[in-house]
């Protein structure tokens, strides 16, 4: 992945852009999809072997790749390059708009599905991947490539649960400010192939699974809903998701009829930890938010900062992080602690946004505007929070940029950061400042990425 290339007004003009920019790239380079499946995947002659796991390539009748994510495509060019002729075929499924324009893919298809929300796209896409595994058997080997975004794209709902009613669901969750768990624990007890549904569905062949990770402690249950893992969550955690957030009023009834089912035992469980089919089914972690970060940390390093890798488990509400982040920048400048300047602080993680104003934004966009304030009294200070798929939120903007000078820039074009929070609408406070991070999509996903620099 070369250098990134951003308009940011504040980045254009601060004479340590291009360090800015190179740490940046680094933390991209090492989420790079391609790169982690190959170095997880050892090949000499038929002999594969995937961590502490040697496949005899030659033994199986037929091996096939299924998954889905935003990093589906380089994931399964990595996996062609490895396999060659060994590979039979396969079906995955990534989210529109992140296929190059020609794709390199020789023996598998992709296709494209909507996300955030699940669209008719993907359950058609994913009923042409179950088909793939009707027919599978003991001399059989899967590949499932597994990276954030594969929930909505690998949709299958249950009989009695529409489409329709997953996105309306999925519309309130996401509004609401429920954690990636708690709408994962949802749509598992809501959907065929989530927590561990597709492990079902590939028995009784050998199915290896290699994930992306875009959940905050790399959660295998969690992440794309744990299609090929264990799922110790229950109908009755489900529910209480719901309750939490008081929408059981809100949501279509036949979610909450479906669901009452299941805690009266007359709807099936996800398939739980012990359960011998999964003595035949192999998840690997290929790359992650915390490798990323190190990354970043050893870039910045090497370009002569004071680094700290601060945490990888940053959560709660954005505007309250941005805030924290700010407060952590002040502490730099007056007293050179945590770290003396020129000071690089790096985070990573999963804010969530509780949706109460009609603005545009993301959780990245809102914790940055919540840092401007608390930042304008920083000198030579600036906050970065970008999503590593290049896309925050329902907008173009990969996150956003301030500095020490924002506050004032913003006051002199009228705008009130305060006001701003109210609305919701990071994006269209950033926007006039061109301080909006547009990095297109970037084919991976390992969470979002906060940099804090303070020169």
């Known amino acids: 992945m070369d250098a990134l290339h951003l308009t940011s007004f504040t980045l254009e003009r601060l004479p340590q852009g291009a360090l800015v920019r190179s740490v940046l790239t680094a933390a991209l380079q090492a989420a790079d999809p391609y790169q982690a499946v190959q170095s997880a995947l050892h090949r000499t002659g038929d002999q594969l072997r995937v961590g502490e796991q040697v496949y005899s390539l030659k033994d199986f009748r037929q091996i096939h790749v299924v998954g889905a994510g935003k ?137 290896c699974t290699l994930i992306l990770s875009d959940v905050v402690g790399d959660p295998l249950d969690v992440i794309a809903s744990g299609p090929t893992v264990p799922d110790a969550s229950t109908f009755q955690d489900a529910w209480q998701a719901l309750e939490s957030f008081s929408l059981l009023d809100e949501i279509p009834p036949g979610i909450c009829a479906y669901l009452k089912r299941g805690l009266q035992g007359k709807a099936a469980e996800t398939l739980k930890p012990g359960d011998p089919l999964f003595q035949s089914v192999q998840n690997v972690l290929v790359a992650s938010n915390i490798k990323v970060a190190k990354a970043a940390a050893e870039r910045a390093r090497s370009l002569g900062f004071h680094t700290l890798l601060l945490t990888t488990f940053l959560q709660g509400e954005a505007r309250q992080a941005g805030a924290l982040l700010a407060a952590i920048a002040r502490q730099v400048c007056t007293s050179a602690e945590p770290l003396p300047r020129p000071a690089c602080l790096i985070a990573g993680g999963e804010t969530t946004v509780t949706v109460r104003g009609r603005g545009k934004g993301g959780r990245n966009q809102e914790l940055v505007l919540g840092a401007v304030e608390g930042l304008a009294d920083v000198p030579q200070s600036l906050l970065i929070s970008l999503a590593t798929d290049g896309g925050d939120g329902p907008t173009d903007a990969a996150g956003a940029v301030a500095s020490d000078a924002t506050l004032a820039r913003a006051r002199a074009l009228g705008l009130d950061p305060q006001d701003y929070l109210k609305r919701n609408d990071a994006y269209h406070f950033f926007e006039p400042l061109d301080d909006l991070l547009k990095t297109g999509p970037t084919q991976t996903n390992v969470n979002d990425l906060q940099f804090l620099f303070v020169f």
Do not use: W
Request: proline residues 5%; neutral net charge; contains cysteine.
């Open 71 to 207: 990093a589906a495509y380089p994931m399964a060019l990595a996996l062609e390059d490895v396999l060659g002729d060994s590979l039979s075929g396969g079906l995955v499924i990534t989210k529109e708009g992140h296929l190059p324009p020609e794709s390199a893919l020789r023996r598998v298809r992709i296709l494209e599905a909507g996300h955030p929300l699940p669209d008719a796209r993907g359950v058609e896409a994913t009923r042409q991947m179950l088909g793939l595994l009707d027919n599978a058997s003991t001399e059989d080997l899967v590949f499932c490539l597994i990276s954030g975004g594969g929930s909505a794209l690998m949709t299958a709902p249950v009989d009695e649960v529409s489409l329709s009613d997953l996105q309306q669901l999925t519309t309130r969750l996401l509004h609401c400010g429920a954690t990636i768990k708690q709408i994962n624990t949802l749509r598992k007890h809501l959907d065929q192939v989530k927590g561990g549904g597709l492990a079902r569905r590939t028995a009784p062949a050998r199915l």
